[in-house]
């Protein structure tokens, strides 16, 4: 039983001090990601009111692209995420799937500014 408690309390120190290498825990990184850095509002809409989530992983494509993508490409491009959150500019990502992106239109249009610039550092914090 000792044993088993202090193995508990190794594992969750480890698992804490384990910030950088996200990777290695796999699909549930939005958990992990965040607590690290100092994007808390951003992450809390991707992952909350935002719905992004569902179809954004930090780096993995689904039926969007990877967070990292996204952000790679953004910074690359000195784009901005937010114009293009709120329509005013055009995909540079992926445009032949724009049409299901911009259903979230409805929800980011009605983002207040900070949210938006938020959302958007959030996930440029992913680019590499
Ligand atoms: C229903 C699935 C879905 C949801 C939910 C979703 N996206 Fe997307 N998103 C996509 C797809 C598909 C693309 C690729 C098409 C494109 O590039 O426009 C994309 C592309 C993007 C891009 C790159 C745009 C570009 O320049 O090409 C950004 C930024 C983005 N999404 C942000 C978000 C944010 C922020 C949210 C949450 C508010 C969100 N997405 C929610 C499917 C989704």
Do not use: R, W
């Not at 950088?20 to 009111?49: H, Y």
Request: charged share 25%.
């Amino acid at each position: 039983m000792k044993k088993n408690a202090l193995l508990l309390i190794l594992l969750i120190a480890f698992v804490s001090c384990k910030k950088e290498t996200t990777e290695a825990f796999g699909k549930n990184d939005s958990e992990i990601v965040e607590t690290v850095k100092p994007n808390d509002l951003g992450e809390q809409i991707f992952n909350g009111k935002g719905m992004c989530y569902s179809c954004h992983k930090p780096n993995q494509k689904v039926i969007g692209p990877s967070v990292a993508e996204i952000a790679k490409i953004y910074k690359e491009k000195g784009a901005s995420i937010t114009d293009f959150l709120t329509e005013k500019s055009k995909p540079i990502v992926d445009p032949s799937q724009y049409s299901v992106m911009k259903t979230n239109f409805a929800i980011t249009k009605n983002l207040p500014k900070e949210e938006l610039a938020a959302l958007e550092s959030y996930m440029l914090s992913f680019a590499k």
